[in-house]
Nanobody, 122 residues
């Protein structure tokens, strides 16, 4: 089992950047596929990016390709999401999620953090 705590959200202007972090507690962090999701007000949860534990392979939603970058530091039990060229439509609560030895992609995550708010002003 793993517990996830996100941080790094905030208020930023259009075109700005943030680095979101997700710290995990628990064992075997490197065996977890980790993902980032977001939920905007009045909308459903949306997959953003994922990174596999075994080889660091990544997978992105089309809406964020080229602007967002997911990475992980297994020694620190932390996954990051660098968000660049932010737009008002990126405003959402961003969630970290994990699945043990899971396939890379948007489905079947078992563990979730509490979320961190990102607000992009126009």
């Amino acid at each position: 089992q793993v517990q996830l705590v996100e941080s790094g959200g905030g208020l930023v202007q259009t075109g700005g950047s943030l680095e979101l972090s997700c710290a995990a507690s628990g064992r075997a962090f490197s065996r977890y596929t980790l993902g980032w999701f977001r939920q905007a007000p009045g909308k459903g949860r949306e997959f953003v990016a994922a990174i596999r534990g075994s080889d660091g392979a990544t997978y992105y939603a089309d809406s964020v390709k080229g602007r967002f970058a997911i990475s992980r530091d297994n020694a620190k039990n932390t996954v990051y999401l660098q968000v660049n060229s932010l737009k008002p439509e990126d405003t959402a609560v961003y969630y970290c999620a994990a699945k043990y030895l899971g396939r890379l992609g948007p489905n079947n995550y078992n563990y979730w953090g509490q979320g961190t708010q990102v607000t992009v002003s126009s």
